[in-house]
């Protein structure tokens, strides 16, 4: 009995091979189409996958390059400034400080009057009458009237009344009765001084005469200054004399630099008087004995009071003293807070040279020190001040 053989497996063909013959095949169709060696279509190809490798090679170069620009400028603006904010910026203060074109139009037009004369302005006339008294060495000052008074208020009137003093030393001040609702008051009250008349060659009497006011500051409207060496005090003197404008006269009491420190968890208010400068010259030697006085005031009266110490014969004092005054947050806001420089006098009235109040009903640099010791709680707040007239916002009717 015979075996028959074994059948032999069919021979399968991966598909590489598969495809490889069939690309075989195409080229060598290819070849005898075109009439060339079959070796010159492989170098076709191949030159072909050379320029797609050269040109997918560039494509990711760039696109490295570009990402490696982008991280490069991110570390870059870090630390740089952010444009928009600075725009921002430059265009709130551009509002504050920069004038508009009408604001500018204005300020050239003044510029160009400034050449031109300028038109006095009337402030309106006083009558006095001065008699002097040699047996007694007093001198016997009539505030008469006054006319042609500009108008302050806004009804068109002025409630006036005149202060009366003597300068240098100004220690001793009368005031007329306040007018109501005229232009045109008459006043005719008398105040005698006691002057020996050596005395009297040095001095200078002033006329002042203001617009009171209930609730603000007193407006001057204008004054009048008699050098008493001018005049001839063994005759009675009866004159009308046109006011002039006390401008420029500002800050002639001095400055004080003081600083407020507030915190509201503890309800402490802190002020440090540090120092005062060109103060008035209140003694007759030319100098003072100055001294700073704070109170804390509501309503019109005075809560808490402190001083410093007095510094002899000095028209710029320096003092650097603490004091602290317990408010709660919820006071704050109610109470004022009123820095008075006073002269010193042994024997007399010790006279006040001037005076600053803050709180949230003050204005001008007094609101802004308030304020700002407000808005930074826990930090002290430094700031200059112009002295001001203690007995502003004191006249009674």
């Not at 075989?24 to 797609?52: D, F, H, R, T």
């Not at 402030?123 to 008294?133: A, H, I, N, T």
């Not at 202060?163 to 109501?180: A, G, M, N, S």
Request: proline fraction near 5%; charge should be neutral; hydrophobic fraction near 35%.
């Amino acid at each position: 009995m015979t075996t028959a053989p074994p059948e032999e497996e069919p021979i399968t063909k991966s598909t590489a091979e598969i495809v490889g013959e069939t690309v075989k095949e195409q080229m060598n169709k290819a070849a005898k189409e075109m009439g060339i060696p079959v070796w010159a279509i492989y170098l076709i190809v191949a030159a072909v996958i050379l320029v797609v490798l050269l040109i997918t090679f560039c494509c990711i170069r760039r696109c490295c390059r570009k990402r490696r620009t982008g991280k490069d400028t991110k570390k870059g603006m870090k630390g740089a400034v952010d444009m928009k904010s600075v725009q921002l910026l430059g265009n709130a203060y551009k509002e504050k400080v920069q004038p508009d074109m009408e604001e500018l139009t204005e300020n050239a037009e003044e510029i160009a009057k400034e050449g031109e004369p300028k038109e006095e302005i009337k402030l309106g006339k006083l009558q006095y009458k001065m008699e002097y008294d040699f047996n007694n060495s007093n001198l016997a000052v009539s505030v008469l009237q006054a006319q042609e008074l500009p108008a302050l208020d806004m009804g068109g009137t002025s409630d006036p009344y005149v202060k009366v003093y003597l300068l240098p030393d100004k220690k001793k001040k009368f005031e007329t009765k306040v007018h109501r609702k005229t232009l045109n008051p008459v006043f005719n009250e008398t105040f005698n001084f006691k002057l020996p008349y050596a005395d009297a060659m040095n001095k200078t009497l002033v006329f002042a005469i203001y617009d009171f006011d209930r609730f603000s500051k007193h407006d001057q409207i204008g004054e009048v200054k008699v050098p008493l060496c001018m005049v001839d005090l063994a005759e009675t003197i009866e004159e009308w004399k046109d006011l002039t404008s006390v401008e420029g006269d500002n800050g002639q009491l001095g400055d004080i630099c003081f600083s407020l420190r507030y915190v509201p968890t503890a309800g402490k208010l802190t002020v440090v008087i540090l120092e005062a400068k060109n103060l008035k010259k209140m003694d007759v030697g030319g100098l003072s004995d100055p001294y700073v006085k704070i109170a804390i005031v509501q309503n019109g009266k005075r809560l808490k009071k402190k001083k410093t110490s007095i510094k002899k014969c000095t028209l710029n004092p320096y003092f650097n003293e603490s004091f602290t005054f317990e408010i709660p947050f919820e006071q704050i806001q109610k109470v004022e807070l009123l820095i008075t420089v006073v002269d010193y006098d042994r024997i007399g009235t010790s006279d006040p040279i001037g005076k600053v109040v803050l709180g949230c009903n003050a204005s001008g640099t007094e609101l802004r020190h308030w304020s700002d010791m407000l808005a930074s709680p826990r930090r002290p707040i430094a700031q200059w001040h112009t002295l001001k007239d203690p007995e502003e916002g004191d006249k009674k009717d």
